[in-house]
């Protein structure tokens, strides 16, 4: 296993000054040790004219260093048990040499237990005797050495020892951290001494407990076993309770604090060994729906399932999370295994395939994985999270199944987030220029006329000049800039539509809205007081919904289209035919108008198949009573065919670009109906 492994390593980097602080801390535990053996242990005992109770309580140190328990945190994963309690009663009762012998003993049989090698076991060994050697000289400095009588200033000098020899064992663990990870070692210390000082101090405290029952018999000790072994497992319970902090209580797998925690054990492994480590985030589709339609007991047994899938047959090593709501994490490294981080996608995202049987109900489950892989897609946690995250997010946008994380696809670039702020302070003044609309007229291709205009974003940088409006969406679309934007382009338009009113013309207006806009009630709200405070017809208001817009959250966007549509205004489904689920959206939404895609527009003379598609699309709307604009008709000869089809109105440079509202209103002016 690996952990095991690296315990049994030197870092990489530096293996000389490692074994170089093993060697000189073993050499030192032992000048110590024998420096105290043959100077300072005035009482000593030798082992054979030791009495019964001292065999047994070093029995019992051992029995005790058999059973070890995880302990606090998964950061080192120290291994505590309750040996000190019986370390620290030999030695105030028997003496520095007993206690040495009872100690290492332990921790020799430990290592055993654990798999250590030989060279790092015996330093474990030297370690604890350092700590036992600094408990016996300030056991000595406050009591005079003498054995155990019973006297206050022994108590206090009990409870110094065993802070002594708790605050030197943790400052060699951290030391020998530091080694490691080159951090600065009192984090290291603190984060210790934070798990482990209740476990510390109990023992301690029951170490002059035993000492009294040890010097008058053996048969107390015995005794005292009972409620000692009771204490060490309410504090096993507490420390598995204090672990239970790390899972998630419906499905027991990781929650995002444990995950994190794994997460970066693995990194630091990864970092010293020059390997890689894959972070993967798992989001469900439509999860929404399986609650609201099913209940929530439904959803709860779907994750449940879900997660003893991703469990089975797991390789030992891959950290498994649910992040909360429909979200499941992974975290998997080349040093357990991993060989290919997209291999290890596809698979995770196999186990959704069959279908989830919950009662009488089979439910299709779907998701899409983002994956960001140590150290090429980002060097910590954060980073990596954030790009797995940004990558399922853009696989989802794709309908795909997994990605693997791109710059590209990180709509917070320090480009993007110069733009959006640079657009966010245009946005702030309402009259400041910059952000403005182009209006593209619409044409009727029965009668030639004009019915009404689409409002095209346009923004002016101050240094890039004229920037395409679709980065500016990508950009604004992941942040509260989006309905600042939204908000101006509605504002601008129905001023701009007033205007006409004003000069005669009797039009309507097209407006683009994004994704977020269509998940707040509050875009709804606003549209309502403008509309109002304007004075002109819901109806007259024609709302242009993409269709990768749909995708992200169905449910709340129904319901707002719903309400806007209750509000008369006109609902456009844009770029038909280029989204995944179009049908259905004609079928869930209170659809008014379907916008043919450009894509099949534009070159439907040359080619069959976008020809077939487009006077379908004609038929569809015809059959479903819904409005039919084409949209990209660059052409005379496309104009006629689309008028043949029976399509009743087009957009596109045939008719006019899109134009400036002053040029717009000069057009205008202009147009005559070509019949
Ligand atoms: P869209 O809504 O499909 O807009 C039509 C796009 O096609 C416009 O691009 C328009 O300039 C272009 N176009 C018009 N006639 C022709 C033609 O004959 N041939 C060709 N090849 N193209 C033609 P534009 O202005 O660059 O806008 C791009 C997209 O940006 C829009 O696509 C829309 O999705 C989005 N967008 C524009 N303004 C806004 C806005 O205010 N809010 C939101 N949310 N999105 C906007
Ligand atoms: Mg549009
Ligand atoms: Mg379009």
Redesign the pocket.
């Known amino acids: 296993m690996a952990t095991t492994l690296m315990r049994n390593t030197a870092p990489r980097e530096h293996p000389g000054r490692y074994y170089g602080f093993i060697a000189a801390v073993t050499t030192i535990a032992v000048m110590g040790a024998l420096g105290v053996a043959v100077f300072g242990d005035a009482t000593y005992v030798g082992p054979f004219d030791a009495p019964f109770a001292f065999w047994l309580t070093a029995g019992l140190a051992l029995v005790a260093e058999l059973r070890p328990t995880r302990w606090g945190g998964l950061w080192m994963s120290p291994i505590a048990s309750i040996f000190v309690v019986y370390v620290l009663t030999t030695m105030i009762t028997w003496g520095f040499v007993p206690a040495l012998i009872a100690q290492s003993g332990a921790i020799a049989l430990l290592g055993l237990q654990v798999g250590y090698a030989v060279w790092r076991a015996v330093y474990n060994i030297a370690q604890t005797a350092l700590a036992l050697t600094a408990a016996w000289l300030t056991w000595t400095v406050i009591t005079g050495g003498q054995m155990w009588t019973g006297t206050l200033t022994q108590l206090f000098g009990v409870f110094a020892a065993g802070a002594a020899w708790t605050l030197t064992s943790t400052a060699m663990v951290a030391l020998l951290m530091r080694m490691r990870t080159g951090d600065a070692w009192h984090t290291h210390a603190w984060q210790w001494l934070k798990s482990e000082w209740p476990l510390r101090a109990t023992q301690t405290a029951i170490a002059p407990i035993l000492a009294a029952a040890a010097v008058q018999s053996w048969w107390l000790v015995a005794a005292s076993a009972i409620p000692i072994f009771s204490v060490y497992r309410i504090l096993q319970t507490a420390a598995e309770r204090e672990k239970q902090a790390d899972r998630d209580p419906l499905t027991g797998l990781l929650n995002r604090k444990g995950f994190q925690q794994a997460a970066e054990a693995k990194l630091v492994d990864a970092e010293e060994t020059g390997t890689t480590v894959a972070v993967m985030i798992l989001d469900l589709d439509r999860f929404a729906d399986v609650n609201s339609a099913l209940g929530h007991d439904v959803g709860d047994k779907l994750l449940v399932e879900l997660a003893e899938r991703f469990m089975a047959d797991k390789p030992p090593g891959k950290a498994i999370a649910r992040l909360g709501g429909d979200e499941f994490a992974f975290a998997w490294a080349e040093l357990d295994g991993m060989t290919d981080p997209l291999e290890c996608a596809r698979e995770i995202r196999a186990r959704l395939d069959k279908a989830i049987v919950i009662g009488e109900v089979s439910i299709e489950v779907d998701g899409s994985v983002g994956v960001a892989v140590f150290p090429d897609d980002g060097r910590d946690f954060q980073t990596l999270f954030r790009h797995a995250d940004i990558a399922m997010d853009e696989s989802k946008k794709r309908a795909g199944t997994y990605a693997r994380y791109a710059p590209e696809f990180d709509h917070h670039s320090p480009e993007r987030l110069m733009l959006l702020g640079d657009l966010r302070r245009a946005l702030d003044h309402p009259d400041a220029p910059g952000v403005n609309?182009?209006y593209?007229p619409q044409i009727s291709l029965a009668t030639g006329e004009v019915i009404g205009a689409?409002?095209?974003?346009r923004y002016h940088h101050p240094v890039r000049g004229m920037v395409?409006?679709?980065e500016i969406?990508a950009t604004a679309e992941h942040s509260s800039v989006m309905r600042m934007?939204?908000e101006r382009?509605v504002d601008i338009a129905l001023r701009r539509l007033k205007h006409w009113d004003g000069e005669g013309y009797r039009l309507r207006m097209a407006?683009?809205?994004?994704v977020r806009d269509l998940q707040s009630p509050e875009f709804t709200d606003y549209l309502t007081d403008r509309i109002a405070t304007y004075g002109v017809e819901a109806s007259r208001l024609q709302l242009?919904i993409?269709e990768s817009a749909l995708m992200a959250d169905p449910r709340r966007v129904v319901d707002n289209v719903q309400r806007l549509s209750d509000l008369g205004l006109g609902i456009s489904l844009?770029?038909f035919g280029t989204g995944f689920s179009s049908m259905q959206h004609l079928r869930r939404l209170p659809v008014t108008e379907i916008?043919i895609?450009?894509t099949f527009v534009?070159n439907l003379i040359e080619r069959a198949d976008n020809a077939a598609i487009v006077s379908t699309t004609i038929d569809l709307g015809r059959a479903l009573d819904v409005g039919v604009v084409a949209?990209?008709?660059?052409d005379e000869k496309v104009r006629k065919q689309l008028e043949d089809w029976g399509c009743a109105a087009a957009?596109?440079?045939?008719f006019a670009?899109?134009m400036s509202a002053d040029d717009f209103d000069r057009w205008l002016a202009h147009h005559r109906p070509d019949r």
């Open positions: 609309l182009y593209q689409e409002a095209l974003l395409n409006p679709a969406i934007l939204t382009v407006v683009n809205v994004s242009e993409t844009d770029d916008k895609d450009k534009t949209e990209g008709v660059e957009q596109g440079w045939h670009k899109p």
